[in-house]
């Protein structure tokens, strides 16, 4: 901790009367890291439940495939309560932008929930099942999308410490969706078939740390929001409930008692969800102090005028 | 398309006598924005937002760089490559026929995503409408061939209206101008084309660094760095599938 301190030296910069330079991120709680983790939540499990189809384990996709479809339209509803014109929300659809991530992200998110509830409800029901099958791999693709296009959705923003940690976050989701994914699958199938779903939280849970880690520690000035403040004791608490989760995930397996496998996909939702809503707040955090407006952004000019000068 | 326009507003000669804020909100019909004292200066609107489309900002700089009020008045960039634009997922945010970039608030749902990917925090949301909304500037006289509100009612002419061109040569004048008369810490602000946000609809004359006006120094569109984003989150589906894989790969069937 003091190493990291002295490494990076209290940044001088002056403000407009300390005021932030950027508008806050307008995304409320709980509403948006609430959609962060259904999204991956959905995603993952189509991903299991796409896995599960292909390899005919039966007992554990039915759970998986509930799992996306209950996921996703949750998400769906958290997503339009957050508008400031709620039953404008089609409007959304009215156009395809590549350039925004939020126009892309909304037909991901139509495709994956419709999908989602027309393979679930496939498996549920029995009918059509030559449609639930096909639907269910299609989620298989959507699924993976819908869990990491929130990655970019934050980070193309002017928010400092999103922007400039849309690599890590890109992974910090995907890990965090596959162990809330994991977690949900193995305590809703048959103790014994759960195996892949416990393999699949030991491994997002294990990504889930590491992409965490580097975002706290490798984008410089702007690692401090996600340590610093309530961000930095929510990312600390994803920490440990995501380790201890996915130790007990690991060893889960080994017994016959359901209690670890429980307490394991505790841990993991709610490791997920504080990573989440750490996520959140340190991006609100960076757009509020000017410090991690203009710091970076004088680093640049200064690299540039170095350049120049240098020849 | 017509001529591309803007504003050069000159801080050097603002008086700081807010006829531009008032003279936008009239003609706009912007609701009020609150009275709030906000013991800093005579700023009482703090900055840009849903509901002030001008700010003028009130720096007292009593420190040891000498005693001096600077004045400046703020407003939307109508940025070459405007971020606002560019991430406005039902296409409400739209580029004009005179390069100006305005919201259509008939189709705003009020995603409030424009509102952090703006790199300079000037448009926002009104909470009470659940729409975002800016400086159009002033779309509707744009097109009966008038000049906008605020640089009709600019008692010194401190906020020019234009043809871009004209007003980037006018003010490369004025910069020699003052440098000749010695004002050495005059500096233009965000008419260069190559800058990261591709050049400034409304570009001005500072005399001071950017930040300490509440401009962010280096502003950079947001999405310029978008495909790099849209490859990471792809790579992270991948890993994702192959993690999947993974753990179907090892251990028995059942
Ligand atoms: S200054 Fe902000 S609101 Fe204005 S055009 Fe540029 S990005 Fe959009
Ligand atoms: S709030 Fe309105 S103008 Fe802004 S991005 Fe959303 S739909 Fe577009």
Known sequence: MSRERAMVPDAEFRSYYGQPIIKDPLWHEPHMPVYLYLGGLSGASSLLAAGCELTGRDRLAAPAKIAAAVAGSAGAAFLVAELGRPERFLNMLRVFKPTSPMSVGSWILAAQSG????????????????????????????????????????????????????????????????????????????????????????????????????????????????????????????????????????????????????????????????????????????????????????????????????? | MSERVGFFTDTSVCIGCKACEVACKEWNDVPDDGFVFRATSYDNTGGLGASTWRHVAFIEDFTERGDRWLMSSDVCKHCTHAACLDVCPTGALFRTEFDTIVVQADICNGCGYCVPACPYGVIDRREDDGRAWKCTLCYDRLRDGLEPACAKACPTDSIQFGPLEELRERAAERLATLHEAGVAEARLYGERPDDGVGGDGAFFLLLDEPEVYGLPPDPVVTTRDLPSMWLWAGAAAVSMAAACFGAFARGPRR
């Open chain 1, 115 to 311: 999908l989602a509830a027309v393979a679930a409800g496939s498996a549920v029901t029995g009918l059509l099942p030559a449609v639930g099958r096909a639907a269910g791999l299609a989620t298989g693709v959507t699924g993976p999308m819908m869990a990491t296009y929130t990655a970019v959705l934050v980070s193309d923003t002017a928010v400092p410490s999103w922007h400039a940690g849309h690599r890590e976050l890109a992974f910090l989701f995907a890990g965090s969706a596959l162990a809330s994914a994991g977690a949900v699958a193995m305590v809703a199938a048959p103790h014994r078939e759960a195996g892949p779903a416990r393999r699949m939280a030991v491994i997002g849970a294990a990504v889930e740390t590491v992409a965490s880690e580097v975002l706290e520690r490798r984008l410089g000035i702007l690692s401090e929001p996600y340590r610093e403040g309530s961000a930095g004791r929510l990312m600390r608490a994803a920490r440990v409930l995501t380790v201890t989760g996915g130790a007990l995930a690991a060893v889960s397996g080994l017994t016959r008692w359901r209690t670890p496998s429980v307490l394991s996909a505790a841990a993991l939702t709610a490791g997920s969800l504080c990573a989440r809503f750490g996520v959140l707040r340190a991006g609100r955090a960076s757009a509020a102090d000017p410090k991690y407006t203009v710091v970076p952004q004088r680093e640049r000019v200064a690299a540039r005028e170095r350049n120049r000068a240098g020849g």
